[in-house]
Structures are given as structure tokens and as C-alpha cells.
């Protein structure tokens, strides 16, 4: 067995030290979709076109484009890790990314789609105070996509260091810049339409790769999953730990169910997957769009938990831990071990492609919030020229996309894996809360919207603040200094609740009833899809 | 888009207070509550009680069933097949039973509007 690590080794130098073959895999990826994007881009005039890529996509189409905006790096690269060393806990974690679905596919997909037109804020002030409503969602809707952008910008600059063998800090800024500008021209030029494309090859490369590898690892393994897994309890130096929970989350347990809270719950408030209802035509698309959503990353993640277990049998959690990027480089190594270098390069450029896809899907949604929402209706009151909202939403996307590239430079070296789960965190909380209230809550009023998403969003972010994250432990923000005064990496078991009691407190407690009239047309619209925006014709 | 709509909707008369109130609406509203509000609440149910299963009965997670596999890997891959069961049950009924009704009131209401017109 050392020797077949020791060629491993060997490999990944030889690999790392000559990255032509990575780039020259990715560079192909980025031609073809900079082709799909430009020519997608012809009727990219209107603000329904710009936003809502003209509301012409199918839903098998809108489900790959949300399995490619959802399945970010963490999820493949950090899932495979997580499981090839600390086994179930991995595949734990996994679980929460898929059950969270059924959220949007019961409560929130249709309605949303029936009610809204470009932006989450368009449903939540439907029928409560515009613009006091309005505001405060742009605002938790900025935020959950700061706080994303920024954990996957920097997530590009850690895996250059992995998969490029590019460790200098010069090198990771230059590729995080790349990363940023390759995002603004795709986003600039194709909308949501490029975006969603870009989305769509993603999700078929990184699940067909998954497929490959997965069959590649069971043949091996005689196709028995009992054989696989008595290989990673063989290799693994923690042995049968790896078949039950407590390596990752044994500590304390309360933390991993205030992640899982958040996870469960916030996927239905992550504001880009809301987004992604307005590219349908009808809500009977988007019901199968995330339909489709749901079978392409279920099987995904049932793909990732033999794709661990794989890693840790064949490559081993010792030789994972100790390569550059550590858990993440997982897969990598097992598409080494696979296929050689050219499986190694088509996994590490679909590494990119998917930083690539979803920071371009955070963007155009953040860009669209701000310019619809903050700019044409609470800065303008809507008295904007028919071009003047798209024509912002551009110059957004360029500060938005400058903004991503000075964080990612900025917070490399520092330890960003928190920001995902506070994103998740952050939308369970400000969003969910407001989104359920205001579809199924009659006596709900703009006093319990606002509180909600204030509150909801102060909270997660006081409660990390004051956390491990940032104080008292050696991977916190502030190593070693202070003390933690909330116990937990995660605040949703808190703020979520808090979300929901602020929305209820606020409601009974205001003076002023909301209009009667906008609340039944909502009800009614929401259900039936009488006055749903159409698609647009070209 | 939505300001020609609203226009066009409010020249047709149309109440959506009387439309909301209305039993073919009531009847629609309701059977889309009942299904989704008791199948979201089971769900979550079913995925707390796997995580709290997994946070503090870890020794009954780690009990091997056969060979390697265990009771925890088990009920997982029971999260994804309970996943896309709910999934498939949602998708059916909501084509056979709220989407035909759904279609009659819009369809009224399109008739309405475009009357007026």
C-alpha cells in the first residue's frame, strides 16, 4: 500500500507542479459557455429578459440550472472530504442540503412564482407597505449573497493552491481576479440567460463526472456497498468511528442541530434559488423545475457518499489530510487514483466552473435586488425610464464583481468555511420567517415583516460575532484571544425562532391594519396564477 | 406586465375579496393547506428526529445491521427515499386535484377581465 501512496505522491507533484493540463480543461470550459452565453445574449434588452432570462426556460432546464447554482464547491469538494475522513458525520451533514428542498417544493416554489416578478422583495411587499418592506428585504437579500460570494471567492483561491500547485499569494489573487472578471463579462453579457446556461453545463459536468466516479469506485469494490465500506474502516486510522456519528459533530451536538435548523430552513430563503422560479413561465414549471432539482441533487449526494467512502478507501484520510487543501482535496486525489491526470483535470476544472456558476448566480441576483428594488422602487419610486433599472442592474454587477474580488483577495490565509453556513443561517432567519408569513399568514403586517427580517438578520449576525468563530479558539477569526460568550459556531437555534417570534410580535402588536383588498388579490393570485407574468415573447 | 394588468383587472370589477371568499377558492385553498402544511410538518419531523438520533444516540447509529452497514446509514438513505417518496406524492396530487380547480377559477377570472376589455 505505500508504494501506491508514494505514487500518489509523486503524482500529485508531478500534476501540481505542471498545470497546463488543468487550465488548458478549464479554459476549454470557459469557451464553450462564453459561446452559449453570447449567443443567448441576443434579446437581452428588457428588464424581464435581463432578470428572469424572458421566464423561457423549461423546468428540466430550470431544475439543472438549480442543481448547477445549488451544488456549490463545499458541497462537492467539502462533502467528499468530510465523509472520506470522518465518514457518517459527512454524510450527515449532506442530508439537510436535500430534505431542505421539500420546503421550496411545498411551501414556497408556486406561489413565489405566481405572485412575484423578478425579486424576492416583489412577493414580501405585495400586499404590506412598499417601500419600508422592500428596503429590508434588499437588504437581508445583499447580505445572504455577501456573505456567499465571499466564501466562494475565497474558496477559489484555496483550491488554486490545490489543484493549480499555485501557492504564492500573488498567483491565488491573480486567479481570484480572473475568477471575478470571467464572472462580470458572463454576467454583463448574458444575463440571467448566460448565467443559467452556465449553470445547466455545470450541473451535466459535475454530476457526470460524479457518475463516472461513482461507477469507477463501486466496480472496484465489486459493486457491493459492504465491500466499500469495509475498505474505508480498513484504511481510516479511526476504523469503525467512520461507520457511526461523532467524529465531526460528537463534541457538541447542539451545534450541528443549529446548522441543521438552518440548513432545513434556509435553503427555501436563499434569495438566488428564488430567483430562479422567475425563469419559468408558469408555476407548474417551476413545481418541475424543483422536482427535477430534487432527483439531480439527491442522486448527487448519494453519488458523494460512495465518492467519500471511495476517497477513504482508496486514497486514504492520512494522505487527504496531508495534501495541499486537506479535506477538500479529497475528490481531486480520487480522480488521481482513478483516471490519472486527464480525470484529475476534467474534476478540478469542474471544481472551477461550479466557483464560476454560482458566483455568477449570486451576483446577477444580488445586482437585480438592488437595482429593483433599493434604486427603481425605493430610491426612484419607480419612476424610471423602461431601460434605466436593467442599465443599473449592469454597473451593479461590475461593483458587485470588483467588490467580490478585493473580499476574495482580501480574506485569503483567513478561515471563511463559517460563511456559507451563515448565509444559510441569515436566509432561515431574516427571509423564511417573512416569505411564509406573508403567503399564509393573513393578519401578518409590514411592523412584523420588518422586525422579522431586521431582527432575524441582526441576530445571526450578533450571535456569530460573538462566537468561536471569532474568538477563543486556534481556527477563529481572533486566534486565541477572548473568550466566546455564545457557545455555538452556529446561531440559527436562536435566530431562527427569533425570526419567526419577531414576525408574530410585530403583527399583533401593530395599530395599523393592512390593506384587506392586496391581501385577498394575493391569495388569490398566489393559488390560481390569474395575472402571473407571462413569458416573454421573442 | 403587472400596471396594465391591475388596470385591466380593476375595469373588469374584478373583487378578489368576493373571488377569495368564494367556495370554488375556499375549496381550492383548503385542499392545497391540507396536503402541504401536514406533509412539510412530518418531514421535518422525521429529518429532527434522524439528527437528534445521530447527535445523542450515537451507539444506536453505529449498530450494524449487516456487515458494515448501519442503523444511521440506513435511516439516511431512508431521508432520501422519504425525500423523493413526498417529492413524487406532492407532484401527483397537485396534478389531479389542485391543478384542474386552480385552471377553472383562473380561467374564469381571464374571461372576466377580457370582457371588460
Known sequence: ?538 | MTESHDRAAESAGIDYIEVEESPPFQRLKRAQRAFVFPLAIAFLLWYFAYVLLSSFAADFMATRVSGDITVGLLLGLGQFVSTFAITMAYVAYANRRLDPQSRAIREDLEQREAGAR
Open chain 1, 1 to 538: 500500500m505505500n508504494e501506491v501512496f508514494g505514487a500518489i505522491h509523486a503524482a500529485v507533484q508531478t500534476v501540481e507542479n505542471d498545470p497546463v493540463l488543468n487550465i488548458s480543461i478549464f479554459a476549454a470550459f470557459v469557451a464553450v459557455t462564453l459561446f452559449i452565453v453570447i449567443r443567448a445574449s441576443r434579446n437581452n434588452k428588457t428588464a424581464a429578459d435581463y432578470y428572469a432570462a424572458g421566464r423561457s426556460f423549461t423546468g428540466p432546464q430550470n431544475g439543472f440550472a438549480i442543481a448547477g447554482d445549488y451544488l456549490s464547491a463545499a458541497s462537492f469538494l467539502g462533502i467528499c472530504g468530510a465523509i472520506a475522513i470522518n465518514g457518517y458525520d459527512g454524510f450527515l451533514y449532506s442530508i439537510g442540503f436535500l430534505v431542505a428542498w421539500l420546503v421550496a417544493l411545498l411551501l414556497v416554489a408556486e406561489l413565489m412564482r405566481n405572485t412575484g416578478r423578478f425579486t424576492m422583495a416583489d412577493v414580501l411587499s405585495f400586499r404590506l407597505k412598499e417601500r419600508p418592506v422592500r428596503m429590508a428585504a434588499a437588504i437581508t437579500t445583499l447580505a445572504v449573497c455577501f456573505f456567499y460570494l465571499l466564501a466562494q471567492m475565497a474558496g477559489a483561491g484555496g483550491l488554486v493552491s490545490l489543484l493549480l500547485g499555485i501557492g504564492d499569494q500573488i498567483g491565488q489573487s491573480i486567479v481570484v481576479a480572473v475568477v471575478g472578471v470571467l464572472m462580470i463579462v458572463y454576467v454583463l453579457i448574458g444575463g440571467m440567460k448566460g448565467t443559467t446556461w452556465v449553470q445547466i453545463v455545470k450541473a451535466f459536468l459535475l454530476i457526470g463526472g460524479a457518475v463516472v466516479m461513482t461507477v469507477w469506485v463501486l466496480a472496484i469494490n465489486g459493486f457491493s456497498l459492504n465491500t466499500l465500506l469495509e475498505g474505508a474502516v480498513a484504511a481510516s486510522p479511526k476504523g469503525d468511528a467512520v461507520l457511526g456519528p461523532g467524529l465531526q459533530y460528537g463534541k457538541n451536538p447542539w451545534d450541528f442541530i443549529s446548522l441543521a435548523l438552518a440548513l432545513v430552513l434556509g435553503t427555501a430563503g436563499l434569495p438566488h434559488v428564488l430567483m430562479r422560479f422567475y425563469t419559468v413561465p408558469t408555476a407548474k414549471e417551476a413545481r418541475r423545475s424543483v422536482v427535477w432539482a430534487i432527483w439531480l441533487i439527491g442522486l448527487f449526494y448519494l453519488l458523494t457518499l460512495v465518492l467519500g467512502y471511495g476517497a477513504g478507501a482508496l486514497v486514504g484520510p492520512e494522505t487527504i489530510a496531508a495534501a495541499p487543501g486537506g479535506v477538500n482535496s479529497a475528490a481531486p486525489l480520487l480522480a488521481l487514483y482513478l483516471g490519472g491526470p486527464v480525470l484529475l483535470g476534467f474534476i478540478s476544472a469542474v471544481a472551477f466552473a461550479t466557483i464560476l456558476a454560482v458566483v455568477a448566480g449570486l451576483t446577477i441576483t444580488a445586482a437585480a435586488s438592488f437595482a429593483h428594488d433599493i434604486y427603481a422602487s425605493v430610491v426612484k419610486k419607480g419612476n424610471v425610464p423602461p431601460d434605466g433599472e436593467v442599465k443599473v442592474a449592469r454597473r451593479t454587477v461590475i461593483v458587485i464583481g470588483v467588490l467580490a474580488i478585493l473580499g476574495g483577495i482580501g480574506v485569503q490565509g483567513q478561515n471563511v468555511a463559517f460563511l456559507v453556513a451563515l448565509a444559510f443561517a441569515v436566509a432561515a432567519s431574516a427571509n423564511l420567517p417573512t416569505i411564509l408569513f406573508s403567503l399564509f399568514w393573513r393578519k401578518f403586517t409590514t411592523r412584523g415583516a420588518v422586525w422579522s427580517m431586521y431582527g432575524g438578520l441582526g441576530a445571526a449576525i450578533v450571535l456569530i460575532v460573538l462566537s468561536p468563530v471569532f474568538w477563543g479558539t486556534p481556527t477563529s477569526v481572533f486566534k486565541d484571544v477572548g473568550v466566546a460568550i455564545w457557545p455555538l459556531n452556529n446561531p440559527g437555534i436562536i435566530s431562527i425562532p427569533l425570526g419567526f417570534f419577531l414576525g408574530w410580535l410585530g403583527s399583533v402588536t401593530s395599530r395599523r391594519a393592512e390593506d384587506r383588498k392586496k391581501a385577498a388579490e394575493m391569495e388569490v393570485r398566489s393559488l390560481t396564477g390569474f395575472g402571473a407574468e407571462k413569458a416573454v415573447d421573442h
